[in-house]
């Protein structure tokens, strides 16, 4: 078997989840991961969590930069920019540069919106028997929800490309907290829409508390509803976590344009 090349000193990638009681959801995360590896195996790819699972964040970073590394590309695996993304993933960052000053600490841009997001939750969505041609269909696409109403509306976008592009009923967006419509509501405005039958399409990366309440909801709210796993390991999703590490790094280390006049 050849050997693997290796690149010791090559910026790692520390990819950051928001954490979960739930052990399933750093299982997913891990999974993911190792999928990243497999496409980039020269890579450095290290998992790291804001909350509720470890290793945390910082202890990560730390660790990184005790093995001889002058800079890390933190990729927040966030399917928008609500709060994790805007407020606890900075401090973060932040904490680590102030310990160990000559440390960089790059951001890459979160997983959504994108294309690639998109096809791997109807990829998932399909494997459970879902056809685009069937006209009494009603599909929830089913996400956390946010007081920060944009990342609700990359849902809601989702939702409204998939109805466009199908013969279904209808689609809708639903939230498992902080948003409106949830699922009951969703699914009570398709069925008036002459929807009768029901899909729950997840907007998820990993299984936990949130994903079961959606699929709790759903299945009080319609016979039979099928109901779609998380986008977990999606190769759509590793792909993605690769680009975005790749654009935060060619932005730290390209030079500005005036610098180069």
């Given amino acids: 078997m050849p050997a693997r090349r290796t690149e010791p000193l090559m910026t790692p990638l520390v990819a950051v989840a928001h954490g979960s009681r739930d052990p399933r959801s750093a299982a997913t995360v891990h999974a993911l991961l190792d999928v990243v590896r497999w496409m980039r195996p020269d890579l450095d790819v290290r998992?790291?969590?804001?909350?509720?699972?470890?290793?945390?964040?910082?202890?990560?970073?730390?660790?990184?930069?005790?093995?001889?590394?002058?800079?890390?590309?933190?990729?927040?695996?966030?399917?928008?920019?609500?709060?994790?993304?805007?407020?606890?993933?900075?401090?973060?960052?932040?904490?680590a540069e102030r310990r160990y000053p000559r440390f960089r600490v790059h951001v890459a841009d979160v997983l959504g919106p994108d294309p690639r997001l998109d096809r791997a939750a109807w990829?998932?969505?399909?494997?459970?028997?879902?056809?685009?041609?069937?006209?009494?269909?009603?599909?929830?696409?089913?996400?956390?929800?946010?007081?920060?109403?944009?990342?609700?509306?990359?849902?809601?976008?989702?939702?409204?490309?998939?109805?466009?592009?199908?013969?279904?009923?209808?689609?809708?967006?639903?939230?498992?907290?902080?948003?409106?419509?949830?699922?009951?509501?969703?699914?009570?405005?398709?069925?008036?829409?002459?929807?009768?039958?029901?899909?729950?399409?997840?907007?998820?990366?990993?299984?936990?508390?949130?994903?079961?309440?959606?699929?709790?909801?759903?299945r009080e709210s319609a016979a039979d509803p099928l109901i779609a796993a998380p986008m977990a390991d999606a190769p759509e999703v590793a792909e993605l976590v690769l680009d975005r590490y790749a654009e935060a790094l060619t932005a730290a280390t390209t030079p500005h344009l005036s610098h180069a006049l």
């Fill in 123 to 218: 990829r998932r969505l399909a494997d459970t028997g879902a056809r685009p041609d069937d006209p009494e269909l009603g599909v929830v696409l089913a996400g956390a929800g946010s007081s920060h109403a944009p990342a609700n509306r990359l849902v809601a976008d989702v939702a409204r490309r998939w109805w466009a592009s199908t013969s279904w009923a209808g689609t809708s967006a639903a939230f498992a907290a902080a948003a409106d419509p949830d699922v009951p509501a969703a699914i009570a405005a398709l069925r008036a829409r002459g929807a009768r039958r029901f899909a729950v399409a997840s907007w998820f990366l990993a299984p936990g508390l949130l994903p079961d309440r959606i699929t709790a909801l759903a």
């Fill in 47 to 95: 998992a790291a969590f804001l909350d509720l699972s470890a290793p945390r964040v910082g202890d990560v970073l730390s660790a990184v930069h005790g093995d001889g590394h002058d800079s890390a590309v933190v990729v927040p695996l966030l399917l928008g920019r609500a709060f994790h993304a805007r407020v606890d993933v900075p401090a973060a960052v932040a904490e």
